[in-house]
């Protein structure tokens, strides 16, 4: 599904991904019209957020377990159920039948986002999970600008409805893969089976980091707004802080899209980590300016260390297994990140977000401080053997 060679990125892949990837990043638009539709009150919005994302991490896990068990046609049947499930989104009033369909729709994206990311990264990682960051951010801005506006127009159930034309617009591209790729060739490089057992350890250290980053941005992405609102922060002000972020964000998909880093892993780590913490630090002071700047850092430094991380870890392994687990952590991380902020927050309160959301953020840096130390390592130990085999 969706395979390519050569260099280039594989669009296809790329676009599929965004597509498996996107709820997220339209939730609070989505939810607001949810709320229309269902007089929804805010209070059950964690819910059908929990109830989405679990049903991606579930897909994801299926997928990366037997991925390549699974026939092309169960893809597109997977981009069907989303397309049902999203229309049946607005008119389904019981409050568990509503779950249970957002589940569904979770589910089936999970599924489409950690294959397409897989194929997506086979010959470019950085660049892949750069694109799919880059085009998510663009066309979710877009949808949250254009949203609102259809439900001006023809009321927010029409607005949910036309929701639909992502998982339709999967369809298209599965049924689009399936026509006019070839089955791949299965010719591996000279010494590819050495670069994998060189390089698993480096792999499966810089995937745990991504899954902790991942983590440590939902874990504070979720509570900045309370945060904001409780340190008397205008919705306002949260809402021109949350678009400059989405900005920032896509500025810096672009900027992190080479697959050889100016900064090294460990440091960049480092950086993105302070620029994590920065709206706990601005929401303590109340200040409407900090906490513009400290969201635009958050962005800023979450895109960038989650690109970085995930390239790193698919670019240092051969096997399409892995590299499904990489995008599998994705949605592993975007449901254990809020899971973890609201038992650190319900038993210590802001205190223990900010501890939980520190050791996360440490644990990912030495992640990639152990991934350096071992590709070091292993380059210090193949060159005199490379020394000692040439004639």
Known sequence: MLRSSGDRL?????????IGCLQPGID??????????????????GWIVTATQSGMAIGSLLTWRWGTRIPRDAFALAAGFAAVAALA?????????LLTVRALYGGAMGMLYTQAMSNAALNRPHGAYGAVFLCQLMLSTGIAIGLPAISTVAGPTMALSAL?????GALLLVAFSTRSTAPPQHS????AAQVHENTTLRAWASASATLLFICSTMMIWTFSGALAVKAGISETVIGQAVALGSLAGAATAFLVMRERSVVPPPLTGVLAGLALLSPIAATSTGNAEMFIVAIVLLNIGSTAIIVRTSGLASAASQDSLFRRFVACTHALGMIMGPLTGSLATGLFGDV?????????IAAACLML????????RMRLWTKPREALQQP
């Open 10 to 18: 594989i669009l296809p892949a790329v676009l599929l991904a965004c």
């Open 89 to 97: 989104t607005p008119h389904t009033a019981p409050f568990m039948v």
């Open 188 to 191: 591996p490089k000279p010494g």
């Open 164 to 168: 639909a034309a992502a998982p339709l």
């Open 369 to 376: 401080l152990f991934a350096e130390a071992h590709s070091l």
């Open 352 to 360: 223990g977000l900010l501890v939980a959301a520190v050791m996360a």
């Open 28 to 45: 609070p638009v989505f939810l607001t019209l949810l709320s229309s539709v269902h007089g929804l009150a805010p209070d059950f919005h």
